[in-house]
């Protein structure tokens, strides 16, 4: 008589997954086409920002730029998580965006005040 044993059904299910492993093979890829020229009238170098990389104490400041104007600050804490700061509308007044938020804002009223 023949007894059941937990390492006979993982060798059995083991060798019958083999040929489903083998069939996952990456696909050929082709090379890109290289992208095409701007349009006449635009600088190649304006459409692209430039983003200066500093460090104020322990954080990591990203300044995000188009035409030499600012429009985006990434700060990356040393603990935490990163956020944004936004120029939304090109008036150099920038507000704090996390995108972890999710449009959800937190209710804050006032219950008790002494």
């Not at 019958?16 to 190649?44: R, T, W, Y």
């Not at 104007?69 to 990163?82: A, D, E, F, R, W």
């Amino acid at each position: 008589m023949h007894t059941f044993r937990p390492r006979h059904l993982l060798l059995a299910l083991l060798l019958a997954s083999a040929p489903v492993f083998a069939q996952n093979e990456p696909p050929k890829l082709e090379p890109l086409p290289e992208p095409p020229p701007p349009p006449e009238g635009v600088d190649a170098d304006s459409v692209e920002p430039q983003v200066t990389i500093t460090k104020r104490g322990d954080d990591t400041m990203e300044e995000y730029r188009i035409g030499g104007q600012l429009y985006m600050i990434k700060v990356t804490p040393k603990l935490g998580k990163p956020y944004y700061l936004i120029d939304r509308k090109g008036t150099g007044v920038f507000a704090r965006y996390d995108p972890s938020d999710r449009g959800v804002s937190v209710p804050q009223w006032v219950i008790k005040q002494w």
